[in-house]
Every structure is written in structure tokens, then in C-alpha cells.
């Protein structure tokens, strides 16, 4: 059974740059819920991504903007990257419907802002 | 207010003790709820789910919600080094956003 894999594990960006992370979820599921994990602090909701449509989203700007495909996977977009932006990025992927009450991570992505 | 607090430690005990890891909410109308297990540099496994009220076990671990007072806890008994990790609870209202402590790291010493 196929847990939730992410892409790329590591990368490093530039200030200002734009950066996509990719996942695809564990086998069965269709919601795609992204956090953010600065270190030292719990993972932060970004939104979350059901029947290709935002379902909710949290207290970040418009700078972070996500898709979801007919298949599940989704991805995480970051443009003009801040040095706050440097963190652990999670996918999470649980069953949409009325909502999931378990969400199951991948092991994340982690971007260094330089 | 934040939604969940959650000490954040460092907790070092020695190996076979009982480690008790707690955390409030805020929000009565949370009533799923989580322990996540995240060893370094790793992401979040999910170990224990509870719904309302009362006490779960599995294996050496048991999770207790008491939502009078909207306090969760997770104990171990008989911990190993190999539980050496930050733990993390979350909870929910609705299976959308969770909402989780910031992470209690514990050290289990040989």
C-alpha cells in the first residue's frame, strides 16, 4: 500500500524565486491537505485540496497557490520566496466526502530560502 | 488564544519509565483526536485516534481525552530509546484544517 510521497525531498532557492512541490497521496484517498512546519513549531495549515477545488485554506497570502489533478496529486506553489519561507513542507492525504478525520504525511519537502 | 498548547519540553527520562505527554484545546466543539509521532527530519506518523471522550490503548501506548476540561494526553509505558521523538497532538472540527501543538520532544535514555 502506497503511503504519501513527496518531491523533491531537498531544495534550495533564492530569494524571489518560485518554487513547486509535488505529492501524490496514499492509495485510496482523494483529499490533499499542505502544511508548513517552520522548525521547532507544529505543522501550519496552507489549505486543503478536494475534487480538484480549494476546500479551506489558512492564514497564508496569495504568494502560496495549489492544484489538485483528475488523479489526486497535487502541488504546492510558492512565488517570490521569503527567507520566512524556509521550512518543512508537508502533504497530508486523507478521505474527503464529509471530511477525513485522520490525515496521513508524507515525509516532506524540505526548501531553504538563501 | 491558540487552538492546541502543548508543552514543548525537553523531556528526558530514563529507559522503562512512563512518559505522560499532555495538551489543552481550546474549542469544545473539537472532538477527533490525534498523536503524531515525528522523529528528526522526518515527517509526521500518525500513532493514536481518539474520538470524544475517554481512554484508547494500544500496545504500550494509551491516549485520554477528558473534554470537561479539554485536556488530551498520551502515555507510554516501558519507554524505549526507540521512542525518542517530538510528539505531536492535533484535533479537528471538521476534517479540514488541523490544528496542531507545537511539538514535545522527548529524549529515553539506556
Known amino acids: 500500500d502506497a503511503g504519501v510521497t513527496q518531491s523533491p525531498t531537498h531544495l534550495i532557492k533564492t530569494r524571489g524565486q518560485q518554487v513547486t512541490l509535488r505529492c501524490s497521496p496514499k492509495s485510496g484517498h482523494d483529499t490533499v491537505s499542505w502544511y508548513q512546519q517552520a522548525l521547532g513549531q507544529g505543522p501550519q495549515f496552507i489549505f486543503q485540496y478536494y475534487e480538484e477545488e480549494e476546500r479551506q485554506r489558512g492564514n497564508f497570502p496569495d504568494r502560496f497557490s495549489g492544484h489538485q489533478f483528475p488523479n489526486y496529486s497535487s502541488e504546492l506553489n510558492v512565488n517570490a520566496l521569503l527567507l520566512g519561507d524556509s521550512a518543512l513542507y508537508l502533504c497530508a492525504s486523507s478521505l474527503g466526502g464529509a471530511g477525513g478525520h485522520t490525515i496521513y504525511f508524507g515525509e516532506g519537502s524540505w526548501l531553504t530560502v538563501v | 488564544q491558540k487552538e492546541v498548547e502543548q508543552d514543548p519540553g525537553p523531556l528526558s527520562v530514563p529507559e522503562g519509565a512512563i512518559v505522560s505527554l499532555n495538551c489543552t484545546y481550546s474549542?469544545?466543539?473539537?472532538?477527533?483526536f490525534m498523536w503524531y509521532r515525528q522523529y528528526s527530519r522526518k515527517g509526521p506518523e500518525l500513532l493514536m485516534y481518539?474520538?470524544?471522550?475517554g481512554n484508547k490503548e494500544d500496545g504500550r501506548f494509551t491516549a485520554q481525552v477528558d473534554k470537561s476540561s479539554k485536556y488530551i494526553s498520551l502515555f507510554i509505558r516501558d519507554s524505549q530509546p526507540s521512542d525518542s521523538a517530538t510528539y505531536l497532538c492535533?484535533?479537528?472540527?471538521?476534517?479540514?484544517?488541523?490544528?496542531f501543538g507545537t511539538g514535545t520532544s522527548l529524549t529515553v535514555i539506556p
Open positions: 492535533a484535533t479537528h472540527p471538521t476534517g479540514n484544517q488541523f490544528y
Open positions: 474549542n469544545s466543539a473539537f472532538q477527533y
Open positions: 481518539t474520538y470524544s471522550s
